[in-house]
Structure formats: C-alpha cells, structure tokens
C-alpha cells in the first residue's frame, strides 16, 4: 500500500502486518490494523507525520493595497493557514536559520490577489503561478469587501513542517489499542447496549453480542466495564488502530510515503552514527 516498508515491517525484530480498515475514496482518511507493534512506534510515527512531513503554506505576503476593515497583518494571517495543494517533488525545503540564502524557483511558489469590492474575497481568488500548487478548499473566506474597497497582494508559498509552525501540519494523526472484548455472565444487556448508545452492542437471542463492522470505530473511554459491573471485560494487545485524516494538502498514501521515508532517513543516519562511534 505504501513505501517505507524497511520502517514498518521491521521494528523491534517483529514483522509488523497491516490491513486497511477505512479508507475514504478522496483518499482523506485512513484507518490501520497494524499488528505486533508498539506504542513507542505508533507515537513515532504519529509524531513524524506531525512534524516532519512537509507541505506546502502562504509564508510572506507583500501587500500593494488593502483599504478592508481587516489590517495586513490580518490578512497575511489568514492566508498563511489557507492549506495549498503540495507537489513534493517539484520543490525543496527552504534552508532555515540562514537569513543570507537566496531562494530560488524550487523554493517557492506565487500567488497573487488582485479584487475589488463589494465582494467576499475566498481562496480562490488567489491566483497561482504554479497549478500543482492552489488552494484545497476554494470557499475559504479571506475577507469581505465593501464598496470603494479593494485588495491586492503578492504571496509565496513554501515548504515547511509542522515542527516550525502548525500551518504546516498535513493532517491529524491518532492511534489506540486494538479492542479485545469479553463477554461474561452479563443479565442485563440491555443496559451495555444503552451506555454505548447501540453503537458497539446488540442483542442476539437475548445474549449480549458485538456488533463487528463496529466494533474499531468507537472508544470506550471506561464506560463499558463500569455498565457491566465488570462482567465485560476490555483487554489490550499489541495490536493499534492508526488512523490519519488529511487536510487536503496530500493524500493519506503520500503523507504516509513521506513519514517513512523520513523515518528510513533517520534509522539510516542513526545506524551511520553507531558504527563511526564503536571505530
């Protein structure tokens, strides 16, 4: 399904196996069963694509006109957080902390915004230079213009990670255990069945039975053992759910692709790191 398979078939000296679980045809959301794993890797790579992964954002504004009830620096603001389509492989990282580096063509991207009012200016009102590189929700409001109103800007969009500012986050990343589920001597079903609000239970020849195509969907957050008195049990493996929903900027497979990677990048430098220290 994705590359980096040296970082996720081998951690630990265990053969991970993975199976999808959901997965939305825009390719926004993904949900994983990853087995035989850890929650210090499941935090790593959560953390990774957090943090590591690159997309692309508004980064400087240079703003020619604006006459709006929004200052400028509002505006820039809020273009900054406007998520932009991402083509990896058309730029690079900008080199951070050094002031005196000249940016090039790989560096960066163009839009610019030139309207009038009365209007409400939206993201798609950012023209790019580039078309891998637009807005992912159109409709976005930027501000709204009156008559006699008008705005005109020129921004670049850059790489960046979340790690330096949040605009650059693909997406949300979260993982938990596996639900391992058993079923005692229980004499009230119905009552489970109403704590979880029906999602999880049913009632099947007047036993208490696990609804399945439901059952990875929900948490249950203590209250399942506490309506139970104990006679439904909730254990632990070392199995995860892992689930990732993007921000639209990449898909779920490419924010994947990319935090392997970087995770291979960062196993390899480390294993260099320990040779050249034991010589």
């Not at 560096?107 to 078309?131: N, R």
């Amino acid at each position: 399904m994705v590359a980096g398979k040296k970082a996720v078939e081998e951690e630990e000296g265990y053969k991970m196996e993975i199976r999808v679980l959901e997965q939305n045809k825009d390719g926004m959301k993904l949900a994983l069963l990853i087995k035989e794993s850890s929650p210090s890797f499941m935090n790593t790579l959560r953390r990774t694509i957090m943090e590591e992964v690159p997309t692309m954002a508004i980064e400087e504004v240079e703003i020619q006109k604006n006459n709006s009830i929004l200052y400028d620096e509002m505006i820039a603001h809020r273009l900054g957080l406007v998520p932009l389509t991402t083509d990896l492989k058309g730029y690079e990282l900008p080199p951070q902390y050094d002031n005196t580096a000249e940016l090039s063509a790989k560096h960066y991207c163009t839009l610019v915004l030139s309207t009038k009012g009365p209007c409400t200016v939206y993201a798609s009102d950012l023209k790019s230079k580039d078309p891998a590189v637009k807005p992912v929700y159109p409709k976005m409001p930027i501000v709204k213009l009156l008559k006699g109103q008008s705005l005109e800007l020129e921004a670049k969009a850059m790489l960046g990670t979340g790690s330096i500012h949040a605009k650059w986050v693909p997406g949300l990343a979260h993982y938990k255990y596996k639900p391992v589920i058993e079923i005692g001597n229980v004499e009230h079903p119905e009552k489970i069945v109403e704590a979880m609000h029906g999602n999880v239970f049913e009632i099947k020849n007047g036993k208490l039975d696990i609804i399945k195509e439901n059952l990875f969907k929900y948490d249950f957050a203590g209250v399942l053992e506490d309506a139970s008195d104990g006679k439904v049990k909730l254990k632990r493996d070392n199995d995860f759910i892992f689930t990732l929903e993007s921000w639209g900027q990449l898909s779920c497979k490419e924010i994947f692709n990319a935090a392997f990677d970087t995770m291979n990048e960062a196993y390899d430098k480390l294993a260099e790191e320990i040779k050249a220290s034991e010589k």
